[in-house]
């Protein structure tokens, strides 16, 4: 089992940047690829970026690939989203899984855990 709580969101200007965390309990948390999506109102989840249980291999959204950056720290059991050069459109809640199967897939549907979100604004 394990249990997932994003943290990081807020409001935030055009051009600017955030780093959202992931931090996991369980232990067996740096065995789990872990994935990156967001979900704006009135649109489906959208992937945004994945790593592997390693960090060896990341997988992105071609549009966010050159402004957003994932890593993670297995000892601190914790993922990272760094977003720069924000716009508005990147307003969303942002959601982070683990798959157990730790392939960066950008299936949703993989992902066994879910955190609840956190949210980011980007205003103009």
């Known amino acids: 089992q394990v249990q997932l709580v994003e943290t990081g969101g807020g409001l935030v200007q055009a051009g600017g940047s955030l780093r959202l965390s992931c931090a996991a309990s369980?232990?067996?948390?740096?065995?789990?690829?872990v994935g990156w999506f967001r979900q704006a109102p009135g649109k489906e989840r959208e992937f945004v970026a994945a790593?592997?249980?390693?960090?060896?291999?990341?997988n992105y959204a071609d549009s966010l690939k050159g402004r957003f950056t994932i890593s993670r720290d297995n000892a601190k059991n914790t993922v990272y989203l760094q977003m720069s050069s924000l716009k508005p459109e990147d307003t969303a809640v942002y959601y982070c899984?683990?798959?157990?199967?730790?392939?960066?897939?950008?299936?949703?549907?993989?992902?066994?855990?879910w955190g609840q979100g956190t949210q980011v604004t980007v205003s103009s």
């Open positions: 790593i592997s249980w390693s960090g060896g291999r990341t």
């Open positions: 369980g232990r067996t948390f740096s065995s789990y690829a």
């Open positions: 899984g683990a798959d157990p199967g730790d392939i960066t897939t950008s299936l949703h549907a993989r992902y066994n855990y």
